[in-house]
């Protein structure tokens, strides 16, 4: 069904598929750890990561290398996640979960 909407209306990117999370991620929270987002990805629809840009994350922040809350809000909000940059961590709760639920499903904990 997603590739005929694309199909139909090309000013629709295939990375503009989101979920309701996406969008009002401290009213929604589907759907949820479950959907199938890296594989809506292999079949060209959605957003996903290289491993190797993974990879070289998760080697960073192994090694201490954490982002400040305010670098998190602010990649956040670059890519498109309604947050504003605070030093509350419960105000980013909804959505870094939301991001979560799209990116690390496995661990979608809001943290």
């Known amino acids: 069904m997603l590739k005929e909407i694309l199909d139909k209306h090309e000013e629709i990117?295939?990375?503009y598929i989101v979920g309701h999370s996406?969008?009002?991620p401290d009213r929604k929270f589907d759907p949820?750890?479950?959907?199938?987002?890296k594989f809506l990805y292999e079949n060209g629809i959605g957003a996903?990561?290289?491993?190797s840009t993974r990879d070289k994350y998760l080697n960073e922040f192994e090694s201490?290398?954490?982002?400040?809350?305010?670098?998190?809000q602010c990649a956040l909000n670059h890519y498109g996640y309604k947050i504003?940059?605070?030093?509350s961590e419960k105000d980013s709760f909804?959505?870094?979960r939301a991001f979560q639920y799209h990116f690390r499903p496995a661990k979608a904990n809001g943290e």
């Open 22 to 24: 996406d969008i009002a």
């Open 13 to 15: 990117k295939p990375t």
């Open 94 to 96: 909804y959505v870094i």
């Open 32 to 37: 949820g750890p479950k959907f199938p987002w």
């Open 48 to 51: 996903w990561y290289e491993d």
């Open 64 to 72: 201490g290398k954490l982002p400040s809350l305010s670098e998190i």
């Open 84 to 87: 504003e940059t605070t030093s």
